[in-house]
């Protein structure tokens, strides 16, 4: 299995920082780290409890002789059993739960090709033994044509995973006890479960809105689309997230595609605020979260040509 090369850069990119230490111990805003950089795009990345750092690459112009990595000394190497990454076909997300449980999101679709309803699913590993545990194949009933199944979020404690179709624009419902699936409403892209598991976000195809549902309502069947519609909320609507979201502390972080940054939604205010960083951020996607609070993101860089892009970097949000 061919390894691939990330260096480990301890650049901090924190904007405003005073250099004096007595000032930098009361500093107690976001530091921006550049963890590591990787001449493939990557498009997610999962962070487990004890702070091992996984990523996923899409299968696109370019991409490596595996689909799902894991940062180790700042190379990144294969971490899937071979017959499993074989088997994949374009890996759209990858997700920790609070079980420590790594799930992998196959949209089962290549660039420009019908999606492979056979191939489109949801698996769940054992990071310690590297051993698939569970794989759910989504019904093709739920799938059109051109879906793309874009983002994962996992609630282990109530067993509900919520996947959503970037392509034909959905959010699905899977009960991982039954493994019965369920279709919720049109129109999702990016999903961020809250820190309680109570809530979840998300953002429509191509929109400047974020919105949010009680993730009860969505658990209950026995609703109708109209009935869970009059309980979304709205979050934002002057903001322009890619489809990477992730909520700390009453705050949703997110990549903010229009103007090459991150971005903050204060909750309580419905605030949108630019995060500065030294250098521009070009499309920052797959936002996780990890147990000490630090946020993790990915720069795909899919808004720049492919001959244009430079080498595509990891970040870390740390609070100094």
Request: net charge positive; glycine share 6%; charged share 20%.
């Amino acid at each position: 299995m061919q390894r691939r090369t990330a260096l480990f850069v301890p650049f901090l990119l924190a904007s405003g920082l005073a250099a004096k230490a007595g000032a930098r111990a009361a500093y107690r805003g976001p530091v921006f780290q550049e963890v590591a950089t990787s001449e493939y795009q990557w498009n997610s990345t999962a962070v487990s409890r004890t702070g091992r750092v996984f990523t996923s690459f899409p299968t696109r112009n370019e991409f490596p002789s595996f689909l799902v990595g894991e940062l180790r000394g700042g190379v990144t190497v294969s971490f899937l059993p071979r017959d499993v990454n074989e088997s994949l076909v374009n890996v759209s997300n990858i997700f920790i739960d609070d079980a420590d449980r790594l799930w992998i999101l196959d949209s089962g679709k290549l660039a420009g090709r019908p999606v492979n309803k056979s191939a489109a699913r949801l698996i769940c590993v054992n990071i310690t033994h590297r051993m698939v545990l569970q794989t759910f194949r989504i019904p093709s009933e739920l799938l059109e044509s051109n879906s793309t199944l874009a983002n994962v979020r996992v609630d282990s404690q109530q067993n509900i995973a919520f996947i959503s179709d970037g392509g034909a624009g959905g959010l699905i419902v899977l009960d991982l006890e039954s493994g019965n699936y369920y279709p919720i409403m049109p129109n999702i892209a990016a999903l961020a479960l809250s820190e309680d598991r109570r809530t979840l976000y998300f953002t429509p195809l191509i929109e400047t809105k974020i919105y949010s549902i009680p993730t009860h309502i969505l658990r209950d069947r026995s609703l109708r689309s109209h009935d869970r519609a009059r309980y979304i909320m709205t979050e934002a609507r002057d903001a322009f997230p890619s489809a990477g979201m992730v909520e700390r502390s009453g705050v949703l972080y997110f990549g903010d595609v229009r103007h090459d940054r991150v971005a903050s939604l204060h909750l309580m205010t419905h605030r949108v605020s630019e995060m500065k960083t030294p250098t521009p951020i070009r499309w920052a996607d797959g936002f996780s979260l990890d147990s000490r609070g630090n946020i993790w993101f990915t720069e795909s860089e899919s808004n720049v040509p492919v001959q244009r892009r430079s080498a595509y970097r990891l970040f870390r949000i740390v609070w100094a």
